[in-house]
């Protein structure tokens, strides 16, 4: 009886040791999925503010060439 009993209590350990295994797998699955997250928002971040100093100087680009244009027109 108590050979089953004992038995039954390895295989219980066994069973939680597995599913530990697993918690700690699924926690670094976890975690890198955390890192690729800020990964992308640091890059899409980044990716946002270089358009925005494209836009600006573009912008900066097309009023010096208006300006020129018209000093051309009243020369």
């Known amino acids: 009886m108590e050979d089953m009993q004992s038995e039954r209590i390895a295989k219980a350990e066994e069973g939680l040791a597995e599913a530990q295994q697993v918690l700690d797998q699924a ?3 976890v975690d ?3 890192r690729a997250e800020r990964a992308a928002r640091e890059a899409s ?4 503010s270089f358009a925005r100093i494209a836009v600006v100087v573009a912008g900066v680009i097309i009023a010096l060439v208006m ?3 018209a000093f051309r027109r009243r020369g």
């Open 45 to 48: 971040d980044h990716a946002r």
């Open 67 to 69: 300006t020129g244009a």
């Open 32 to 34: 890198a999925a955390d």
């Open 27 to 29: 926690k670094r699955a």
